[in-house]
C-alpha cells in the first residue's frame, strides 16, 4: 500500500493539477471526482498542502518584486512632476546615453573609447574646442591635452549624442558625462559633464556647429564665467594667444567664426552677412569663436 502510494502520489500529483485546471477552465469538478474519487482525496490532501506553500511562496516573491516595482515606477513621474513644476525648463531625462570606456586620449576634445558591446569609436566633444597640442602647438594646447587624460584616461564615460551624430571624418560626436545625470539642467551639467568642465576650467572655448546646439547657450555662459575668472587660457597662460586689440572685429552671420578685420577669411564675408563686434569678449559673448589664422 505504501510502496503503491508512494508511487502514485506523484502521477496523482499531476493529474489533480491536470483536473483543477481543466476544472477552473470547464468549472466542472464531478467529471474528476468521478474518475478516481479514491486517490483524489489522497491527492487533494497532499496537493493542497504543498500548493499553499506554493502558491504562497509564489505570490509572495511576486508581490514583493511587483510592489517596490510598482513604487519605483509611480515615485519618478511624481517627482518628475514636481520639478517640472519648479525648476528649469530643461530637466529632462537625457535620453540615448551610451555607456563607454576612455580607452585613448588623442587631446583635449578629441578620445577614443569603447562601446559597451565592444566597439570602438573616435568621439570629438560636442560644443567645445581645445587649442591644437598635435599638430601645431597652441598656448594651452599641451595643457588642455594633458587635462583631459587625466581626467578621462581609462574611465567609464556616458556619450550623449546631439542631433547630428558624426562630423565630416567620421568620428562619433557626443557630450561626455562623467556619471549618469539625473536629467538635462544646469546643475547636472556643471557638476558632471566633462565638455562644460573644460569650459569651466578654462581648458577650452566654445565651438558651436549646428545642429548640435543642445547646450550652446549654457556652454558660452560657463565660458563667460571662466574668462572672468582668468582661467586657463584665459589667464596669464594663455595670454601669447591674443594679440593687440582690434578696433573692432568682423563675423558673418552664417559662420561661427570671428576675425580681426584684415584677416583675409573676414575679407571674404559678404556685407550683407557682416557682423561687427567691439570687442573680442562681445563676440564671444555671441557664441563666436575665434578664427584660427588671425587668431583675434
Ligand atoms: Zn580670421
Redesign the pocket.
Known amino acids: 500500500m505504501q510502496k503503491f502510494s508512494r508511487y502514485i502520489s506523484p502521477v496523482a500529483l499531476l493529474l489533480a493539477f491536470l483536473v483543477l485546471a481543466a476544472g477552473c477552465a470547464k468549472s466542472s469538478t464531478p467529471q474528476g471526482e468521478s474518475k478516481s474519487p479514491g486517490p483524489q482525496v489522497q491527492q487533494e490532501e497532499q496537493y493542497s498542502p504543498e500548493q499553499d506553500p506554493t502558491n504562497s511562496a509564489g505570490e509572495t516573491p511576486g508581490q514583493n518584486g511587483e510592489t517596490p516595482g510598482q513604487n519605483k515606477n509611480s515615485v519618478p513621474p511624481e517627482t518628475k512632476d514636481r520639478d517640472n513644476k519648479t525648476a528649469a525648463p530643461a530637466d529632462d531625462p537625457v535620453p540615448g546615453l551610451l555607456p563607454a570606456t576612455v580607452s585613448y586620449v588623442v587631446d583635449g576634445d578629441t578620445v577614443h573609447v569603447t562601446l559597451a558591446g565592444g566597439k570602438k569609436e573616435k568621439v570629438r566633444f560636442i560644443g567645445v574646442n581645445t587649442p591644437e597640442s598635435t599638430k601645431e602647438i597652441e598656448p594651452y594646447g599641451k595643457e588642455a591635452s594633458a587635462y583631459t587624460k587625466s581626467r578621462l584616461d581609462g574611465r567609464k564615460i556616458w556619450l550623449e549624442p546631439d542631433v547630428e551624430e558624426r562630423d565630416r571624418y567620421g568620428r562619433l560626436l557626443a557630450y561626455i558625462w562623467l556619471e549618469q545625470p539625473a536629467n538635462d539642467a544646469e546643475a547636472e551639467v556643471r557638476a558632471k559633464m566633462f565638455n562644460a568642465e573644460l569650459l569651466l576650467n578654462g581648458y577650452a572655448q566654445v565651438m558651436t556647429v549646428p545642429p548640435n546646439v543642445k547646450y550652446a547657450d549654457l556652454f558660452v555662459k560657463l565660458q563667460r564665467e571662466a574668462r572672468e575668472a582668468d582661467k586657463g587660457l584665459w589667464g596669464p597662460a594663455g595670454e601669447e594667444k591674443t594679440g593687440e586689440a582690434e578696433d573692432y572685429y568682423v563675423a558673418s552671420s552664417r559662420s561661427t567664426?570671428f576675425?580681426?578685420p584684415d584677416?583675409e577669411?573676414?575679407k571674404k564675408i559678404a556685407p550683407a552677412n557682416l557682423v561687427k563686434f567691439k570687442t573680442v569678449d562681445e563676440a564671444l559673448d555671441e557664441g563666436y569663436e575665434p578664427?584660427r589664422?588671425?587668431r583675434p
Open positions: 567664426k576675425h580681426r584677416c577669411w573676414g578664427c589664422v588671425c
